[in-house]
Structure formats: C-alpha cells, structure tokens
C-alpha cells in the first residue's frame, strides 16, 4: 500500500536539468529513477536499479538509448527491456519498471500509477512557462520536510507578513483584503486575496499619484499533488483591474515528494541575476528552515494527530489536503 | 503510555543558564521545551512547537511574556495561550502545552505530570546550593546515554578507585570501609561508605601527624529520578567525626533524561578555574565515555534482559532503579 | 532466532592482525567481540562487553591473559571467568561469552554455533597461506554491503569482463569458455570457467609463439559462509595444461559478516607494493562501490523479494545462497 497518490502527474524536472545525451538521477516517492531524452526525441524514465543485482544504473554508461549498468554491462532501453548483454545469452524477459514521461509547458511530469490512466490533458496548465524568455530564470531546490508542509506553507501566503516582512514588504495588506477560496471542475482549488480599493505599499508609491489608491490581487491556483501557480497583480483603483502599477506576474511553485521526510521544489522568478538572489534569499534562508522547523517540531508523528491549530488563511492548504487524501482514500479502495 | 515517570520534579537548568530576556531551549523526556523568566517575576516553561505548524517557538522572537512564532508570528503568552495574531481573528481556543516550573535552590524544577499533584515541598533538598558564593562554580554536561545509567555511577562510587585512579587518587581505601545502604521516609535512599580509622591517602598525610588515622565518609543521596547529593569528609580518627582535615564537602549531581538516549547532567564544583578544570576532566574525559561506552554496549538492549551481574557495592543503584520501576508501574495502573 | 548460520567457521582475522599483547576488536554477526593471543599459546575470543556494565572490555588494560574492564577494573581470562575484582568479594559466577577460535592456515577462525559441534576439521582447506612468502602479502577491507553481495560478486567473475576491464584486461575471453558448476562431498561449491584453445590475452602474446594458443582456466570454490578461493592459470595449447605461461596462482577471498549491513573481506595477492596498490585499485575503487550500491539498490528489500534476474554465469553463487538458505532453515527446525 502506497503513502502516495500514485494516478497522478507528477513534475520531474525542469526540461533543462536533464543533462545533453546523460541521465538525470532523481529520487521520486521513495524510488530512484533515471530521466534522459531519447536521441529519437522524447523522453525516457526507468527504475535506477539494475534487474540483475540492483546497482543504479545512472552510475552506468549510456550508449544512445540503451542506458549499461556498470557492474556487468547489462544494457537497458528506453522500454525497460534488457537488449544488450556482454553475455553469449541475451535476457529479453529481463526488464526494469519505467514510467509515462512527458515535456510539457517546459517542465518533464511523470505519472506513477496505472499507465493506461496517464492522460497528458490533466497536466495542470502552466502554458505561459514555454515562453523561452523565462527558460533562463528557473530555481530548483531540495527541501527538508514532507511535500505537503511546502502545500500549507505556498496556499497560505499571509507568512509572507511576518517571515518575508524583510524580503517582500507586504506591509500588513493582506489583512486588509478578501480571502475567497473555490474549487474548479478539474479539481483545481483556488486560495484568492483581493484588496480592492487599498493603500500602496512604499515601493509602489513613486509610481502613482498623491494619495492615489489601488486593487492588488494574489492568487494561488492548486492542483494534485501539489502543483501551484501564482498570480499577482496591483491595478489602479477604478480601472476595474485594467490599468496596471506593474505588469502582472506568474509564478509555478510545484513540488515533488522525494520521500516521506523530503521534496523537490521547482520555482521560476522574475529576470535577472538580482532576481535570482532574491528567490534564493527568501527560499533558502527563510522558507526552507521553517519547512525543516515544522517537519522537525512534527517528529515522526502525523500532521492531525498532532491536532493543528486551523486558521481561516489555512483554508485553501486544507481543502487542498483533504483533496489529498480523498484521493488516497480512493485508490486504495 | 510514558517511558518516564511523570508525576516527580525534574532539574531542567540552573537558574543562571537561562539567558536574560531571551529564552532557553532544551529537550526533556523526549520534547521540546522552552524555559524563560517572567518579567514579573518567576517562570514559565511552554512546548517549543508552534500550535499551527510546529514550528520551535524558541526561534521566534520574545516581546514581554510573549513569544512569537517565527513562521507566521502567532504569540503565545506564560500559560501557553495564543494572545496575538497578525491576522484578523485572535484565536484564543489555541494553545501549547506548559509545565509547571518553580525555581528553588538555584535551580529550576518541572513536573511533566498532573499539574494538579505538583507539590513544591518535595523537590529534593539542596539547600547549600542558594549559598550565592557557589553560583560561579555550577556545571552542565550532555550525556550520550540513558540517564540511568548516570544513576548507577554515582550511587556506586567504587568505580573512583579504577577509572578515577588518576584523577583523584583515593588508593583503595573505599573497600577497607563498611557500605551502608538505607532508604528515608521521604524515598531517599543513601548508598553510604564509610572508613573509620583508617589510613590517610598521601595527599592528606602533611596535614596529620606521623601515623595519624582518619575517619573517612563518602555518602551519597538520592531522589527521584536521578537527584543525587554527595557528601564528603575525613575527621582525625577518634574525634568522633568532628575534628575535619579538610572541610567537609556536599556537591549535587543532578541528572535529567533528554531522550532514551541522552540525559543532562547538573553538577557543580569546588571553587576556582583549576577545580573546574579538574570536574570537566573526570567528568569528560572519565566518565561520560563510560556512560557512552555502557549505552552502546546495551545497543538498545533492555538493561535487565542483558542480566547486569550485580556487585554488592552497586546495593544503592539498584534499589533506585527498582524505585524508579515501582513508581512507573504505579502510574500506568 | 538467529539471521546467521551459526555452526560454521567464520574467519576473524589474519594472524598478523592481532597485535602483540594486546587485543583485536572487531564486530562479527552483529556483536562485538575482542580477539587476542594467549600468553601460554593459542587465542582466546571474549565478548566484548564488560558482565557488569556492558562497557568494551577492549577499551581496558590486558594483563597476561586476563582483560580488565576500564570502568570498575574487573578482570576476566580466556574462558571469560571473572578472575579479578578490585571489591573486596570475587565474583567466580560472573562471565562473559566466549566463542572456540584457532588458527590455521594463517587466519584465525571462530565457531559461533554450539561449542560441542565445532571441528577444526572442517575449516575450509586454506593450507597454502601457510606459505612464509605470502605472509607480507595479506589484505583486509572493511565492506559496505551484506555479505552474500561479496559472494555473488565473487562466485560471477564475469563482472571482471566489464568492471575491471580497464584493471584485468581479460579481453571477453572467458565469455569463450565453458563454465561448470559442480558440488563436492564437503559442501564445497565450484564454479568453473575453462576457455580451452582460446586467444591469448595480450600481455600473456610476448612470451608465446606468434598465433600459438592457449588453455586457461578460472576455478573458484566456494565454502560456507563466503569462504572463496580462486585458481587461475594458463598454460600452451595441446600441452595438457602442464606448460604453464605463467604460474599458476591461487588466492584467498573470504568474507565475513560484520552486521546486516557490512562485511569483511579478507585477500591476498602477488607479491610486491605495485601488486598490493593493484589489488586495493581493484577492491577498492572497482568492487566495493558495486557492492555497496548494490545494497543501497536493495534499500532494505529482502534480496529474494526483490526478484533479481538470474543469469546463467550466476549459477555458483545462487547454489551457494540456496545453500546457506538451507543451512539456516535446518538450524531453525
């Protein structure tokens, strides 16, 4: 029985992390897998163990598509299948697992459930990541702490008023604004503050005239398992959200469990090398150690034995888990 | 079900180790506390995990009485109730959990048990220890090994005579003493030596006429959990212990379990930087490697399933640990 | 219940490892246990855990045959009797384990089963190493890896054609011969590779006839637990194996467990400090890497559960495994 939802895509890697005719190795849900792109276009994803005496392939050669483990050369393709092997016999019954890999909006999503489920139009939509002039400006990082700590911590971004007061300076807005949370078809749940008709932040003052007041927007698009999309925006008031102070901005923020007490972060920020120290500075320094903090202050037990307080800005993290859970629930039915 | 008796007084910190106006942070009975002085006088002790999501408060920021998450800032007053909210509602039903503590002696006391049995009065006695002339010469050391494992090194000093040989020279004169062992109506039990008329050790023989003999006494104290009280003295022989070569000395060596792993260890010395040089090198380098040595030996292990061979001299070691298993079974009843 | 096979040798140690006077420590089958020589000849094999306190009595002062306990000074001989005891009482009913261990063939050899069972006559026979030149020759390395991965790595030479192709050179020869498994009466277990009429390599071509051809054979036998010992040679085609291009050598591979975990591998090899840098470059930075990403691949699964494609040049290893699984089922019956 699995600790996941396994009928699911998942994000693997950022299309570029994948390295030129190499592997990426990764661990995923507990598992080591290998990614490469396949010389025929595509992309490949097998279990890193050797069928024959487990050894992790990605520490192998890869000879066009056929990746050899480095213990005895056995060679495995893109399938799985056992096609080479420095011995007189061959081994075509001989296979490692694989998983559907797709690219898409930039980013490589695995699914790792039931094939024939893996369909790629569920792939939650980050369409505007295939604009090339973003391709520069992405961020990955491991994180210290189960996957859906980095869910409760991104849908509830009132943190931003107190851990990332230095960083951001939100100034206390936020609290001035309307939460809404709602629920799409596709499953997607939103986690939406507006502050309509509110005072600008400092920064933003020089921009405007006297006194001048604005509309700010922040919303948080979520889907299964843990895959959110930001959009911010700051409007002149009475523009009805059309004339805006700065240009709006989105931002994916999707992880990945690694394993139980780790994930995968994948974020993208806005241009420039002054941008890129940013998100460093306020993921690494600020987020992650509050991350590792909670994971730690949990100490094995789990998340509602240990009975959370639930504030009203958690609303969107906890559909978002209950979400989670009722699709375990299911699966496992 | 606990692995600690709970309803007892626990030593959590000299009084001088928690820092002014901040907070000290410290694992008891495997969690985290944290312990601070009121600003109106006295103490209090609150589960460093934040309500919400577990964060250590004790990373977070002291403003009064209150201690504030450093996550998303909620603030947590003396008895552990959430009084401040960077967001809209307060949220008074939130809390974490507190001790009692009570300072007492120069030191700090906690009852992990039912608030409601925590009765000051039997907090051991150490009331040598408010002498504010011994406040500069306290000691804290972490153990690597269960706390009882420090109980029976101290309650069966014999041990002085091979692995202390060195450092404090006692020449085998414990065994030429008679051991009493006997227990108080308050539960203490006194695991005592003494050598009545017997030879001087060489370092006491310039203060002694020519052949001079001494009445030598080595009594150890203890309470539950680990409180122990030792005293020391050597009397002209025939003085009836009231003529003193040296004056008489009592030292406390208190200690608190952190995990089933690790205990604290609460001492103090002699006055003077050598004597704190001299306790750091028996304690360091002489018997905490012990303590390690026996805990890795048990490799987790139960202690009596291992079937200790049990000498006469560890009488008092071992009715403290059936104490301490009477009083567990007690609670789980 | 027992995850070794207990009543078998196991060897411990070179002879040259175990210092002079003093005492080898080391960890076999999970328990720490110290080896030395005994004054009056012969070896002695204590656990190495004091029966007071479960300190390492390695960690204690030898004196003749008997080995004190650092922490209170008690002593036990060869038979793991208590025979000292600084207290005024002895403590004859006090000991701890002792295993039967001899020397032969240069290795000392430990029984962990059942005293009364353990016949010197069934130590693998290892007379060679008995040889004074091979002496200086000796290797031991600490592996990171269940022992049986030694075993397969071992029993399958054909690893030799591909990870230590660069090392060995063998050119893919042996994939031209004809490989035999066979059983003797003793329990041993041979797997066989002869490459009769074969290419010479190209190192062995300066010292034949130009186009002359040769016989060569690969013989490694087996004997429980993991006590391997390899044949190599080569001699001139049509010379009845008796025209030998280079001596013929033998070597000792033998494993021992140390933990679940870990194992010890004890080796020999030719002659000379360039061999001995050959033989760590090969160990070292060829096989033991394998072998312990082969037990990280394992991540804890049971070897079987894990289903490992099983080639035919595998076929002496899993006849040794199958052996030991026997041997075990039999023990616990």
Same mark, same amino acid.
């Given at each position: 029985?699995?600790?996941?939802?396994?009928?699911?895509?998942?994000?693997?890697?950022?299309? =570029?992390?994948?390295?030129?005719?190499?592997?990426?190795?990764?661990?995923?849900?507990?598992?080591?897998?290998?990614?490469?792109?396949?010389?025929? =276009?595509?992309?490949?994803?097998?279990?890193?163990?050797?069928?024959?005496?487990?050894?992790?392939?990605?520490?192998?050669?890869?000879?066009?598509?056929?990746?050899?483990?480095?213990?005895?050369?056995? =060679?495995?393709?893109?399938?799985?299948?056992?096609?080479?092997?420095?011995?007189?016999?061959?081994?075509?019954?001989?296979?490692?697992?694989?998983?559907?890999?797709?690219?898409?909006?930039?980013?490589?999503?695995?699914?790792?459930?039931?094939?024939?489920?893996?369909?790629?139009?569920?792939?939650?939509?980050?369409?505007?990541?295939?604009?090339?002039?973003?391709?520069?400006?992405?961020?990955?990082?491991?994180?210290?702490?189960?996957?859906?700590?980095?869910?409760?911590?991104?849908?509830?971004?009132?943190?931003?008023?107190?851990?990332?007061?230095?960083?951001?300076?939100?100034?206390?807005?936020?609290?001035?604004?309307?939460?809404?949370?709602?629920?799409?078809?596709?499953?997607?749940?939103?986690?939406?503050?507006?502050?309509?008709?509110?005072?600008?932040?400092?920064?933003?003052?020089?921009?405007?005239?006297?006194?001048?007041?604005?509309?700010?927007?922040?919303?948080?698009?979520?889907?299964?398992?843990?895959?959110?999309?930001?959009?911010?925006?700051?409007?002149?008031?009475?523009?009805?959200?059309?004339?805006?102070?700065?240009?709006?901005?989105?931002?994916?923020?999707?992880?990945?469990?690694?394993?139980?007490?780790?994930?995968?972060?994948?974020?993208?920020?806005?241009?420039?090398?002054?941008?890129?120290?940013?998100?460093?500075?306020?993921?690494?320094?600020?987020?992650?150690?509050?991350?590792?903090?909670?994971?730690?202050?949990?100490?094995?037990?789990?998340?509602?034995?240990?009975?959370?307080?639930?504030?009203?800005?958690?609303?969107?993290?906890?559909?978002?888990?209950?979400?989670?859970?009722?699709?375990?629930?299911?699966?496992?039915?």
């Amino acid at each position: 029985m699995s600790d996941y939802v396994r009928n699911l895509w998942y994000m693997a890697a950022w299309v =570029g992390e994948v390295p030129d005719g190499g592997v990426l190795a990764r661990t995923f849900l507990d598992e080591k897998w290998l990614i490469y792109e396949l010389t025929t =276009g595509g992309y490949a994803m097998l279990r890193d163990r050797c069928a024959h005496r487990f050894v992790q392939l990605s520490k192998g050669e890869r000879n066009g598509n056929v990746i050899h483990c480095p213990y005895h050369g056995l =060679g495995f393709n893109a399938e799985g299948t056992c096609v080479h092997s420095p011995f007189p016999d061959v081994h075509p019954q001989a296979s490692v697992a694989t998983m559907p890999i797709v690219a898409r909006h930039d980013a490589l999503w695995f699914w790792p459930g039931e094939a024939a489920l893996a369909d790629e139009g569920t792939i939650p939509d980050f369409a505007y990541l295939s604009d090339p002039d973003r391709a520069a400006w992405r961020g990955y990082l491991p994180i210290k702490g189960h996957y859906e700590l980095m869910t409760d911590n991104l849908m509830d971004l009132t943190h931003a008023e107190f851990l990332h007061r230095e960083s951001f300076g939100v100034n206390g807005s936020i609290f001035t604004g309307k939460q809404t949370v709602r629920q799409d078809d596709d499953g997607a749940i939103w986690n939406n503050w507006d502050m309509v008709d509110s005072t600008p932040p400092d920064w933003a003052k020089p921009m405007l005239n006297e006194g001048e007041r604005v509309d700010q927007y922040l919303h948080m698009r979520w889907h299964a398992p843990s895959c959110m999309d930001l959009s911010i925006g700051m409007a002149r008031a009475g523009s009805g959200g059309a004339d805006f102070v700065v240009p709006p901005m989105r931002n994916p923020h999707i992880i990945t469990p690694e394993t139980q007490e780790t994930c995968h972060y994948f974020y993208d920020h806005a241009p420039g090398e002054e941008e890129a120290a940013r998100a460093r500075q306020v993921f690494v320094m600020e987020d992650e150690p509050m991350i590792a903090a909670a994971h730690e202050g949990l100490a094995g037990e789990d998340f509602w034995d240990a009975r959370p307080l639930i504030l009203p800005s958690d609303a969107g993290a906890i559909r978002a888990r209950r979400r989670m859970m009722q699709l375990l629930r299911a699966e496992r039915a």
